[in-house]
């Protein structure tokens, strides 16, 4: 029986599926070629071999992994989005906003295209059509991650409140989300509560201890609060992780 199951595609594809979940995605990608050796129609091996080859930041084979995985089946939302997420890194921002906007033609109802397309606007400088993205990703959704999101856009905004309402909102549905107090901190330090600032960022830096970002945002909350030891502490390590931090201090 179990040489029968071995001789499956979708044997091959299931586990494909679990060493996603488990992060092995060299061990994802055998399995996807397994299966496609089978069943070479498979668009969902070619979209879960392609989201192992990003992870393994081999961005030319997962896009062509995801374009395989649209052409078997030209119905493939995530597809399109994933896609269009690699486009988007490239800088290759038609096509990017096309295969956003296809996803999200295909999948209404899905906050993810919503959220990518967003953040490409933003970087674009359109910043209503960012902002109106991300409030349809929250009216779809309204999970931490999209509030998250939102919060992140309106803090480059200079919305502090509005960013400082959303945080907290991701936090309420999820407690240990800690990107939501790294932005929450962000909030805090432009909106001058420096105290506040120092609290949320010390408890993301106490599980993330190699955020460069996150010692040099604090910095500025205890030189604010008038501590040049910590201030300095907390300068050095994050030039430590990333020297060109410095470029920042210049300007600043």
């Not at 081999?58 to 078997?72: N, Q």
């Amino acid at each position: 029986m179990l040489n029968s199951q071995q001789n499956s595609s979708e044997y091959y594809l299931r586990r494909s599926c679990a060493f996603g979940v488990l992060g092995e995605p060299q061990r994802t990608i055998a399995d996807c070629e397994k299966a496609l050796t089978l069943n070479p129609g498979s668009a969902v091996a070619y979209f879960n071999k392609g989201r192992a080859h990003y992870e393994l930041n081999e961005c030319e084979y997962a896009l062509a992994s995801f374009t395989s995985a649209i052409r078997i089946n030209p119905e493939f939302s995530q597809a399109y989005n994933a896609r269009g997420v690699i486009y988007a890194e490239l800088q290759q921002n038609k096509l990017a906003l096309s295969d956003f906007d296809e996803s999200i033609r295909l999948e209404p109802n899905t906050s993810l295209a919503y959220a990518n397309r967003a953040n490409l606007y933003f970087r674009l400088g359109r910043n209503e059509r960012a902002l109106r993205d991300m409030n349809q990703a929250v009216r779809v959704t309204r999970n931490a991650q999209s509030f998250l999101s939102r919060a992140t856009i309106l803090n480059r905004l200079n919305l502090h409140e509005q960013a400082l309402a959303d945080c907290d909102q991701a936090l309420d549905l999820d407690p240990n989300n800690l990107d939501a107090y790294y932005e929450r901190g962000r909030c805090f330090l432009h909106m001058q509560r420096y105290n506040d600032a120092v609290e949320d960022l010390t408890y993301y830096l106490e599980h993330h201890p190699k955020s460069a970002n996150a010692y040099f945002i604090r910095s500025y909350a205890y030189k604010n609060l008038q501590q040049p030891k910590e201030c300095q502490q907390d300068l050095l390590a994050a030039l430590a992780l990333n020297p060109s931090l410095s470029n920042l201090l210049v300007v600043n």
